[in-house]
């Protein structure tokens, strides 16, 4: 049974950090790829990082040269790590898994929130 958790979720400050983790059971994730996303109120769930299982990672535009996503195999966990937050970056952050192309393989975790006050 694959099982995603997210922690490290809070309130902070404008310009403040934090590190996500998001532990998974039920799967590797050096063989996923793995992804975070985040949905504020009244908005679509939207992309802000992945991971592939060959290391190529990607950005949301409007996280770039401000998250990091980075993976520790032998943890078997994701992260991310945010710096400089926006009152925009308020949102619920997800984990996301999905081995290549094949959408059967794919779960989510419950999600953690993360406000960032101005």
């Known amino acids: 049974q694959v099982q995603l958790v997210e922690s490290g979720g809070g309130l902070v400050q404008a310009g403040g950090s934090l590190r996500l983790a998001c532990a998974a059971s039920g799967l590797f994730v050096q063989i996923y790829t793995m992804r975070w996303y985040r949905q504020a109120p009244g908005k679509q769930r939207e992309l802000v990082a992945g991971?592939?299982?060959?290391?190529?990672?990607n950005y949301a535009d409007s996280v770039k040269g401000r998250f990091t996503i980075s993976r520790d195999n032998a943890k078997n966990a994701i992260y991310l790590q945010m710096n400089s937050l926006k009152p925009e970056d308020t949102a619920v952050y997800y984990c996301?898994?999905?081995?290549?192309?094949?959408?059967?393989?794919?779960?989510w975790g419950q999600g953690t929130q993360v406000t960032v006050s101005s």
């Open positions: 991971i592939t299982s060959g290391g190529s990672i």
């Open positions: 996301h898994a999905r081995k290549g192309d094949y959408a059967f393989t794919a779960s």
